[in-house]
């Protein structure tokens, strides 16, 4: 079974500063999907970023990079320039293909704070 | 546009009610997702249908019932609840390929108290 671990349940960081949050990951299948969501306290999901198993380079969108380790099953996000609005839940998660659909296994999630 | 709408935002029921979430996409996906998300925690998923059909029923008790009338439109009908049932409901929404960038879009969600 896919499983999802991170590992900080919460991290408080100044802004501006660059921050790191860890995501490791478990599953036999050679083909896969990594995703990080950002989760405000409004409660609505936000995808921010996405990376495959075969993909060559790590993936980054605007401040988002994605620091992936294929051989240690990790798939860390980074954001740069943290901002005051960054302050949120995030969860990485792993796709599950079923039957054209896909299930998203979730990690237990880090709360981020950013202080000005 | 990734847009998923969900109505209403906020939902008060007794355990005796019935009602009903909804959820709405117009970006073409053709597969539309329920989760359940208890505080402090990760979503859940519930179900799962895949070009209107039901593909994956997470053994969600039977006081929730979805319906996908059309392949915009997602309904999780809600009956004889529990205060245990007081959670944040997600819907979502992919284009149903289920490999690739093939990313689930959510909504804003609604608060359900069950009292």
């Known amino acids: 079974a896919q499983k999802i671990t991170q590992t900080q349940p919460g991290m408080f960081v100044q802004e501006k500063e660059a921050v790191t949050l860890d995501c490791t990951y478990d599953?036999?299948?050679?083909?896969?999907?990594l995703f990080w969501y950002k989760q405000p306290s409004s409660g609505e999901m936000i995808f921010l970023i996405y990376?495959?198993?075969?993909?060559?380079q790590n993936a980054t969108e605007g401040r988002y990079s994605l620091n992936f380790q294929k051989a240690r099953k990790s798939a860390n996000l980074v954001i740069s320039a943290s901002q005051l609005g960054d302050s949120a839940m995030y969860f990485c998660?792993?796709?599950?293909?079923?039957?054209?659909?896909?299930?998203?296994?979730f990690g237990q999630g880090t709360r981020l704070t950013i202080n000005p | 546009d990734t847009e998923v709408t969900q109505t209403p935002k906020h939902l008060v029921m007794g355990m005796t009610n019935k009602k009903s979430l909804k959820c709405e996409q117009h970006?073409?996906?053709?597969?539309m997702y329920w989760y359940k998300q208890k505080a402090k925690k990760p979503p859940e998923l519930m179900f799962v249908?895949?070009?209107?059909?039901?593909?994956i029923n997470e053994s969600v008790p039977s006081r929730f019932s979805p319906e996908c009338p059309n392949s915009s439109l997602l309904n999780l009908h809600l009956h004889a609840l529990q205060p245990e049932d007081s959670a944040l409901y997600l819907c979502?929404?992919?284009?149903?390929?289920?490999?690739?960038?093939?990313?689930?879009?959510f909504g804003p969600g609604t608060r359900l108290t069950v009292l």
């Open positions: 998660a792993m796709r599950e293909s079923l039957q054209g659909a896909q299930k998203l296994v």
């Open positions: 249908y895949s070009y209107e059909k039901l593909s």
């Open positions: 970006m073409g996906h053709r597969a």
């Open positions: 990376q495959g198993s075969y993909d060559q």
């Open positions: 979502a929404s992919s284009q149903a390929r289920g490999f690739g960038t093939d990313t689930q879009y």
């Open positions: 599953t036999s299948d050679p083909s896969y999907g």
